[in-house]
């Protein structure tokens, strides 16, 4: 039911989620982390993004998720992020979780109170995430703050994404988050830098090996066979695993958008083809206007891939996985 829907949504170009980065800050240094620390542009005041989530209102967008860098080092999260729960949008929150402890998780309860907060873990040990987010200490700091979230019921989740890190212990995280009663997926491959920080491919040599890949569909799949858990495997950033079709491969230019911290609007994570901007016009003009050119564009690479990959045997760098978006930047 759930693929027909999502079928539905995408063959109908209903948008009904975006991404908002809010800042490409973070106190974290991941080793594998594609973003474009160094961006230059004019960010975003608060007033944009209250007219933002009022286009996306009468737009009818229900799902918005927040990130960065991370979010809540952005000076203005909590205004932003409250008023969208008070616009009634299902709001998730994508962190590091180092900042969500003491006042600001309750805050993050009581004056958003998100569906989920989604909280990056890189091992199942501290030598191996600390050697991820170049922090001594992070891991630590993190399950510290999972248990904190736990009591005050703000939901949360991790994600991670395999590298040559982490690929022997991928058992091993499912098995930490079990203790700690919270749900894990994995995600990939590792998204070069390509289009967003000037060239820097440097964080591909932490792709994982075949054999890392093999072993995560081991693991997943006997999760699968012993209990009810959802599938812990996906793409490109998203929340869910991609639906192949004979007329669609994802979402890309239809269901969700990308506004970055300086309020650029792209198809999708990894798709960086410029819509508009929203220093320029409201996001319901980049919309309608991007139907016509740049969506439309990302939605037929959309079903291009489903006509190629309907016969064959999905990879990319790697992975049993294939993102149109990194596929632009690596051809």
């Known amino acids: 039911m759930y693929k027909k829907i999502l079928n539905t949504i995408r063959h109908r170009n209903l ?25 230059k542009g004019t960010p975003l005041h608060i007033d944009q993004y209250l007219s933002l989530l009022q286009d996306l209102r009468q737009l009818q967008v229900l ?8 979010p809540l080092l952005h000076p203005f999260f909590f205004e932003i992020a409250g008023a969208a729960r008070q616009l009634g949008f299902v709001v998730r929150v994508k962190s590091n979780g180092l900042l969500i402890h003491g006042e600001i998780a309750k805050r993050l309860k009581e004056e958003v109170n998100p569906l989920e907060v989604e909280l990056s873990l890189h091992g199942a040990v501290a030598a191996t995430h600390d050697r991820q987010t170049r922090s001594a200490g992070s891991f630590s700091r993190l399950i510290a703050h999972v248990a ?33 009663g919270i749900d894990l997926r994995f995600q990939g491959p590792v998204g070069p830098k390509g289009l967003m920080d000037g060239g820097d491919w440097q964080n ?33 950033g998203s929340d869910e695993p991609p639906v192949q079709s004979a007329k669609v491969w994802c979402g890309t230019g239809s269901q969700e958008v990308l506004v970055d911290p300086f309020g650029t609007v792209f198809p999708c994570l990894h798709l960086r083809w410029p819509a508009g901007n929203l220093h320029q ?9 991007g139907n016509g050119r740049v969506f439309i564009k990302a939605r037929k690479l959309s079903r291009d891939v489903a006509r190629t990959m309907d016969a064959g045997v999905v990879t990319q760098l790697g992975a049993p996985l294939f993102c ?5 930047q690596i051809s």
């Open 324 to 328: 149109p978006g990194i596929d632009q």
């Open 63 to 70: 799902f918005l998720s927040f990130t960065g860098g991370e």
């Open 15 to 39: 948008l009904h989620g975006a991404m908002i980065e809010l800042t490409y800050g973070c106190n974290l240094d991941c080793r594998f982390c594609y973003n474009a620390k160094n961006a």
């Open 204 to 236: 591909i040599t932490l792709q994982p090996s075949s054999e890392g890949w093999q072993e995560l569909a081991r693991v997943v799949a006997s999760r699968k066979t012993c209990s009810d858990a959802a599938p812990s495997l996906s793409t490109c």
């Open 148 to 180: 904190e979230m736990k009591q005050l019921d703000l939901r949360p989740s991790f994600v991670s994404t395999l590298t040559s890190w982490n690929e022997k212990e991928t058992e091993a995280m499912f098995a930490l988050a079990d203790s700690l």
């Open 281 to 289: 016009q409201s996001f319901a003009g980049i919309w309608q206007q």
